[in-house]
DNA sequence: ATGATACATGACCCCACAGTCATGTTCCGC
DNA sequence: GCGGAACATGACTGTGGGGTCATGTATCAT
């Protein structure tokens, strides 16, 4: 039925490989990474392919190029089938099996990272694989399965995806001793005392804070800008800035450090956020070892959330 | 990701091919028809495969060889991907898509074979493949995706199967009136008296028959032992036999023959059977417009059930 | 306009692999 | 235990295609 198809000329798993990556990568220079060689190989590969398909399996209106519906459509099918490859020649030879987990750099530091430190340490035999994007994309690469479940804001979840329950954690504030010696509530007006290093830029929390503190006739006293949480938290670190982060972070970031002190926020102050994993059903259905570490990582995340 | 997989020495498109060819077949031997250059092929690149995942494909403890359970895994994917791909290829060239019905001979010239003509008629751009196979063997190629609908009796419906609601028919009796010219109900004596053609072997029907006739102390007249319905349909169109055919027989195998009389059978020789359109989730969810091609079907075979 | 970025193309080598043919081996049924 | 069925294997060939290099050509940002 199929070897007259498998049997074009120009119908390979190397270009079908090529393509994945194209995919995954969003360009065909990106998926090169400044190889010259594989640009030039990735490029014929997947004119090789429309040429079969008769297709464009490129959007070449504007550059860089993305992939077609018809191009995501054939990746998608052939990740599909590289996928249980895979999982089958791993299981052959009685090796880990890959899982690709996906979530915001400071999730996989803080709990994705741990978590899964945890799972191998007592289970042993998977291989995590951690990609940092950010939340639309990771919905995009969890419906196409280049990405197996990933940690995410509630409310970015879609229909399509099958979620756990929503864990909600608070933005707390961390305060080196030596800056302030009581661990007592911290108040709005101690957003223009204190010396804060924040994130750049103009994120939701970012936005919360400083028209708290407009509200209140104070400024917010922004000495350090961050580009993410970890260098809030390494900041926080130095004994010389408070910091505003994630609840969670006092597990990991300042763990035996008894010269911070995190401190809740004022009523006012909270900033509450909800996370879930999120999957594809069918990502599940088509390796069914997924379903018991997507369970064993909502066991050890709800330790920690 | 895969695109060391993807270049593995032994791992070729063809070779998934002839895979799958293998899996339908049943067997080396079955995939190669009398070819002795395809058997010699099939034999080592499925070898070639064996020594790529490291695991046994075929199960060599009996002649002729059957797949592992890996390597049924291994043809399923590979078959997913086909079709997609296969699916993508006809789009792209505005051809007819394929579909693959599989069901027992009977159903198919009888009911299948003229919805398909009719919905090429008035739909065109699908092109329909009958299967016929046993009812054990339609649930296992649904179930790997070797075939993408069958009707198939109610009660043969596995739950990991989707199926429509249950169409009910009866058995009738198809009597030439050359042999009997009332076209009444047909009683049990008739058993003995009309001369019948009946299907050879053990069937449940004909076993239902003959007990029937032995509870009245009779013998049923099996005066020609034919091996499909399509042979007692002929029988009874020669004008010497009496047959039990489905009722739907009339429509297709009696269409204006006035010398045939259907006829109703007694309460105690009433034999209902229940058909369904049977299909496999995944296969809707990988190539959508099988949906919409499985509700023609079943508004076709709904007007003749 | 003008680099710079991003992709295409042509020419080349070399090897892996599909396919063929002849023959060997294993296993099943009787 | 024997014949035949079912699969394996070894040897060979031609070619497609992966990979590399050098260079060409669009498109984008400024």
Redesign the interface.
């Known amino acids: 039925?199929?070897?007259q198809?498998?049997?074009l000329s120009g119908?390979?798993?190397?270009r079908?490989?090529?393509l994945?990556?194209v995919a995954?990568a969003g360009s065909i220079g990106q998926a090169s990474r400044g190889d010259a060689n594989r640009q030039s190989l990735l490029s014929r590969q997947i004119a090789e392919l429309e040429a079969?398909?008769?297709?464009a399996l490129l959007a070449r209106q504007s550059r860089p190029f993305r992939l077609t519906p018809?191009g995501r459509?054939?990746a998608q099918?052939?990740?599909?089938?590289?996928q249980?490859?895979?999982d089958?020649?791993r299981?052959?030879?009685n090796a880990a099996q890959r899982v690709v987990i996906g979530a915001g750099e400071t999730l996989i530091q803080w709990l994705l990272f741990p978590a899964c430190e945890a799972l191998q340490r007592q289970a042993g035999k998977v291989v995590f694989t951690f990609k940092n994007l950010d939340s639309s994309r990771l919905i995009e690469a969890l419906q196409q399965g280049e990405i197996d479940v990933a940690l995410i804001r509630r409310e970015d979840v879609t229909p399509s995806l099958a979620h756990t329950e929503a864990w909600t954690y608070a933005q707390a504030a961390f305060v080196p001793k030596a800056l302030c010696r009581s661990a007592t509530v911290l108040k709005v007006e101690e957003l223009a005392a204190l010396p804060w290093a924040v994130l750049e830029g103009r994120g939701h929390f970012r936005q919360f804070l400083e028209t708290k503190a407009r509200e209140r006739g104070i400024k917010l006293n922004a000495v350090l800008e961050c580009s993410s949480y970890t260098q809030v938290a390494m900041a926080v670190q130095t004994g010389r800035y408070a910091g505003f982060l994630p609840e969670f972070a006092k597990n990991a970031a300042f763990a035996g450090n008894s010269a911070v002190m995190q401190r809740p926020l004022e009523k006012g102050l909270r900033y509450d956020r909800s996370l879930v994993l999120a999957w594809r059903e069918?990502s599940v259905?088509?390796r069914s070892f997924l379903e018991k570490v997507i369970e064993a990582l909502r066991v050890r995340i709800g330790k920690w959330l």
Chains 1, 2 share one sequence.
């Open positions: 039925m199929f070897r198809l498998a049997h119908f390979s798993l190397e079908l490989a090529s994945c990556e995954e079969v398909f008769g297709v018809e459509e054939l099918a052939a990740r599909q089938f590289f249980v490859a895979d089958l020649q299981r052959a030879e069918a259905r088509n």
